[in-house]
């Protein structure tokens, strides 16, 4: 198994993410931490709790981290996410205890504790956490195995023509994440727009007869009701799981490698991934880019880790 930590701003697509990866056997998920993003640091903690207890998480710690982006305004999506966060999904108040340390100090904790190279983070929202980790310990460069991102495009956008909602918001941090020196893969919306929730893969979910089958259909209609609105998808692409199936399964998500960095000052592309493809990339390149998505593959995936969850 790998062991991951998983740093969100849940979210809808982020829900599923977390389902993926405690619902599946080859990872160990050992920490949840939270970032300020696709609602307020408040309301995504207070998601990661709840679902936390749905998920039966029961001794994984869930801290939260940083409440805006290293310089810029926080910007939120509620018109995405809602104004909870997580669209129509309404959960209990959380059991779960909430971690007394910052997402920082436990993403450094948990690195440093298990051994170089053991640890791998798949981070779902804006990079602040990462980029303020990075900052406070700089020996996460070296122990960490791989950072996952779901963020960027090769040349495309969401929040603007070319930049992607988890990039855009702290582009600053994005920066710091991509160009510090440890392998990054980004997982952008090349892959996860092709992660497409269809009426098909809403009837497996709820086919379980679950309550987390049944969380998950929300979650997916929340989701295809606001990227009906807002993007004009027929069915939504759910980004942040793809980022996990992508260290579950590596074959399902292809990636090719390539320089990154992150545009800052652009007048109309800041916060566009600006991804090198001009040739074969140098021997050392440390990021890579997922090029495409098996979507069947990735579908199978996520159904049989929320079966895998049961009722919990
Ligand atoms: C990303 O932005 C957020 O709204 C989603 O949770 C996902 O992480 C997609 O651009
Ligand atoms: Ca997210």
Not at 73 to 96: I, S
Not at 100 to 124: D, F, K, W, Y
Request: hydrophobic letters at 45%; a negative charge; one cysteine or more.
């Amino acid at each position: 198994t790998r062991k991951v930590i998983i740093d969100c701003d849940p979210g809808v697509d982020d829900a599923l993410a977390l389902m993926l990866a405690h619902g599946s056997p080859e990872l160990d998920v050992l920490a949840v931490t939270v970032c300020g993003g696709n609602q307020t640091l408040e309301k995504v903690t207070r998601n990661a709790l709840s679902l936390a207890d749905e998920l039966g998480m029961d001794w994984i710690p869930v801290a939260a981290g940083a409440e805006r982006p290293l310089v810029r305004d926080p910007l939120t999506a509620g018109h995405v996410h809602g104004d909870t966060g997580l669209g129509l999904v309404q959960l209990p108040e959380p059991r779960h205890p909430l971690d007394e340390r910052h997402a920082v100090e436990v993403i450094a904790q948990t690195v440093l504790s298990n051994g170089p190279g053991e640890v791998t983070i798949i981070a779902t929202g804006p990079l602040t956490n990462l980029a303020l980790a990075i900052r406070q310990f700089p020996q996460l460069v070296e122990h960490t195995q791989e950072v996952v991102l779901m963020g960027g495009g090769v040349a495309t956008g969401n929040l603007t023509p070319v930049a992607e909602f988890n990039i855009a918001v702290d582009p600053e941090a994005a920066r710091a994440v991509f160009t510090a020196g440890w392998p990054v893969t980004m997982v952008g919306l090349d892959a996860t727009h092709q992660a497409l929730a269809t009426p098909e893969i809403e009837a497996r979910f709820a086919g379980l007869g679950t309550r987390l089958g049944d969380i998950a259909v929300e979650l997916i209609r929340s989701y295809r009701d606001a990227y009906k609105h807002n993007q004009a998808f027929e069915n939504p692409p759910c980004h942040d799981p793809v980022a996990v199936a992508q260290v579950i399964a590596p074959d399902l998500v292809p990636t090719r490698r390539a320089p990154v960095d992150v545009e800052l000052h652009g007048e109309l592309t800041t916060g566009q991934t600006v991804v090198d493809l001009r040739g074969p990339a140098p021997e050392d390149c440390p990021t890579a880019v997922a090029t495409g998505l098996d979507h069947a593959g990735f579908w199978d995936l996520v159904v049989s880790a929320v079966e895998n969850l049961g009722e919990p």
